[in-house]
Structure formats: structure tokens, C-alpha cells
């Protein structure tokens, strides 16, 4: 199984794979990131885990944020915080 991403929902926490399967996942998103390699996975914010793989492109948005476009689509906007931005943006160059 490919995990393109772990996002959290009404306090449910879902895995979704690269086919877009969803399943959910017993466990919290702080568990999961504790779980996951810091390579492959990045903590963009209090909703959502992304794969790499899973991000397509990622654009300059108000207010100093970035919103990702990832693969599969969710079902809402992907944002990080003018915070997190520069981690991420370095993250992602690695």
C-alpha cells in the first residue's frame, strides 16, 4: 500500500493511497508522525500528513501561505502556514 496522505476529519483519522483508497486509521495524527520517516512524510498542519510523492504542485497563496495541489485530490484546500512554509519549501527540495 502507497500512502499519499493521513488526514483528520471530525476527529476521525483517515489514510488515503495513491489509488485513492481510503481506510481508517486508529491512531492520532502526532502518533502517526512520530511513526512516519521525516524523508518521505511532512506535518504541513493540524489536519493533514503528505507523502512527497503526493505533492503535484505547491502555490504562493494570501497572507504568506502556501496551498498544496496533491494526488489524489482531497476533498478540501490544502494550506500551510506562513510558519511552516520554509521547512516545507526546504523539505520538499531535498
Not at 502556501?66 to 531535498?94: G, M, N, R, Y
Request: include cysteine; charged fraction near 25%.
Amino acid at each position: 500500500m502507497n500512502i499519499a496522505y493521513f488526514y483528520l476529519e471530525n476527529e476521525i483519522v483517515y489514510c488515503v493511497t495513491f489509488e485513492n483508497e481510503k481506510f481508517v486509521i486508529d491512531q492520532t495524527l502526532d502518533k502517526i508522525s512520530s511513526q512516519t520517516g521525516p524523508d518521505d512524510f511532512f506535518r504541513i498542519n493540524r489536519q493533514f500528513i503528505v507523502s512527497r510523492k503526493a505533492v503535484k504542485t505547491v502555490v504562493q497563496h494570501f497572507n504568506r501561505k502556501l496551498k498544496l495541489h496533491l494526488s489524489p485530490s482531497p476533498q478540501c484546500d490544502v494550506f500551510i502556514s506562513k510558519t511552516k512554509a520554509t521547512i516545507f519549501k526546504k523539505w520538499l527540495e531535498q
